[in-house]
């Protein structure tokens, strides 16, 4: 039975990709479900060779780490693209209040069971995050009363386990009586329970007290702590200003090179200030699928710069490679293309290496700036000074999210395959452009690569030569 639940989820390898559902439920499946099964006591005549075959592959199977990341992928979703989690739990990525319109629709239906939404909920309680806990537990709850007095063996929780969850997530928020009533029905189904008799006695004496009164309104931890307005900027994409609009379209660039005379680049320019140009079929399909296939035997966990250190961040969450132009003539040639359209020079020390990231379920990179804010940040480790331009290439299409937004200047850019973005990092001057604050927005479905280039200073003295008035 197990085996054929698993089946069905693999039945299309694309959809078990792009859809954070179903990864998330075969994650799931393979991490905890599955060990239930093996340490069932159907399994007791059986279990010498059930384990032996467990650990031939135990290696291989997706880890907590893997399943807790799957389940924070989850949550992510929920709140930037405000999805209704009861919809999310029968496979609908249907937007809360005002957005009914599904978000995005699968090609492979998948629902949550309520052991599923257990485990979502559980790794916000365990974290001290109730507003998560409670709307996932609630979910949790209502599917076991459905299928109370059904036995499933791979599942790991159960209706007495969500409501006792569910209770103190709610006495946290500050909803004793909400709170009493789960705990009484769990007496219901456990009267002997000491601990939960216990707090009914407590939660009574705090209502009798008058303590209803100090309910807490709870938010998603990420949207109380700046910055947060890309949240708002994921699904959506703001026009400029009408008086920009004159400034703005599309032409072909040869930019004076004459690498670009029989193939011109094809410019959008999506924004002025800051400036931003999208180049669109920057490369081709076999380009993009070299570079990845390149990049995919090295990839790890992406590290951002902390002080003088580099380390990993749960605000990205993906994983990158670095590829030399020696790697292969796809790289040189995308490094050639690159100095042509940019005008800039990309020899050594002059620019970095290509990075090449993957962004998987619920894949993001909250709002950042390329270049560095301080003296003590490694770029300038690298002796070729700050990072004056940004190229970020798109080596595949989303189904849905994963949109480059720009938080202050407030609009975003959304995934155009084999595009590449262009933008200025750094003033004239030298100093920072704020404008350019940006978000990788998670991704709600499909697989997103891209691929990095960061231009350096030093070596564009007389290319990007310093204006006139010295605050430009």
Not at 60 to 77: I, S, V
Not at 97 to 104: A, D, E, I
């Amino acid at each position: 039975r197990f085996y054929e639940k698993v089946q069905g989820l693999h039945q299309d390898p694309e959809a078990s990709v792009d859809n954070p559902l179903l990864a998330f439920s075969l994650i799931k499946r393979l991490h905890s479900d599955w060990p239930n099964v093996i340490y069932s006591g159907e399994a007791t005549e059986n279990a010498q060779a059930l384990h032996a075959s467990l650990r031939e592959v135990e290696q291989e199977l997706p880890g907590a780490e893997d399943l807790d990341g799957a389940a924070w992928a989850l949550m992510r979703l929920q709140d930037v693209y405000a999805l209704n989690v009861k919809a999310l739990a029968k496979g609908v990525f249907q937007g809360s209040g005002t957005r009914h319109l599904p978000l995005y629709s699968p090609k492979q239906h998948v629902s949550l069971s309520a052991d599923d939404c257990f485990h979502v909920g559980k790794v916000a309680y365990d974290t001290g995050d109730y507003y998560h806990s409670i709307t996932w537990l609630e979910e949790a709850v209502s599917l076991f009363r459905l299928s109370y007095g059904s036995w499933n063996p791979e599942d790991r929780s159960s209706l007495e386990d969500a409501l006792d969850h569910l209770a103190f997530s709610y006495f946290m928020a500050g909803n004793v009586s909400h709170a009493l009533s789960l705990s009484r029905e769990f007496l219901h189904y456990d009267p002997s329970n000491q601990r939960v008799t216990r707090n009914v006695a407590k939660y009574e004496k705090l209502l009798e007290m008058g303590m209803w009164g100090q309910q807490r309104v709870l938010w998603p931890p990420q949207l109380l702590s700046p910055p947060a307005p890309y949240a708002l900027l994921g699904p959506l994409s703001s026009q400029p200003v009408p008086e920009r609009l004159l400034h703005l379209g599309c032409s072909y660039e040869t930019e004076s090179n004459p690498y670009l005379l029989l193939q011109p680049a094809k410019k959008e320019m999506v924004q002025i200030q800051p400036y931003i140009a999208l180049y669109h079929d920057f490369i081709s399909d076999a380009e993009a699928e070299t570079i990845k296939g390149l990049a995919g035997p090295w990839l790890q966990r992406s590290v951002v710069a902390s002080g003088e250190k580099q380390q990993k961040a749960e605000y990205r969450i993906s994983k990158s490679a670095w590829l030399k132009d020696t790697a292969d003539p796809v790289v040189r040639a995308v490094d050639r293309r690159i100095a042509a359209v940019t005008g800039l020079d990309l020899r050594p020390p002059y620019a970095e290496y290509l990075q090449v990231v993957n962004y998987g379920l619920g894949g993001h990179y909250e709002p950042h700036f390329d270049h560095a804010t301080s003296r003590k940040s490694p770029l300038y480790r690298m002796k070729s000074g700050n990072r004056i331009a940004t190229v970020m290439i798109y080596l595949s299409a989303v189904e849905a999210g994963g949109s480059t937004a720009f938080i202050y200047a407030n609009f975003s850019v959304p995934v155009v395959k084999n595009a590449a973005l262009f933008w200025w990092n750094l003033r004239r001057n030298g100093s920072g452009d704020g404008d350019t604050l940006h978000a990788g927005c998670p991704v709600l479905a499909g697989d997103k690569w891209v691929a990095n280039k960061w231009i350096h200073e030093h070596g564009q003295e007389f290319r990007r030569p310093c204006g006139a008035n010295p605050w430009d």
